[in-house]
């Protein structure tokens, strides 16, 4: 498996983990730059949409319709 396909469950622990701190809200808009440099070898690489929807898909029904079409504005 890809590290980035890894990285996907550490940032959401580490997103709910602000939200039960009370620093974030499931409606609160997150910027997720879908550009990095791997730590590796300095290469580009973006995240998939993938993650997008499986973010999508842990928010609670009445906020998913909202979070698709930011992710379509951005992504």
């Not at 940032?11 to 910027?31: A, C, N, S, W």
């Amino acid at each position: 498996m890809h590290a980035a396909s890894l990285m996907k469950v550490p940032v959401m622990i580490e997103v709910f983990r602000r939200i039960d701190r009370g620093e974030l809200k499931l409606d609160d808009p997150i910027l997720v730059r879908n550009s990095f440099l791997s730590l590796a070898d300095g290469s580009p690489y973006s995240l998939q949409l993938e993650f997008f929807e499986l973010f999508i898909f842990l928010l609670p029904d009445q906020l998913q319709t909202k979070a698709r079409r930011r992710c379509r504005e951005v992504c």
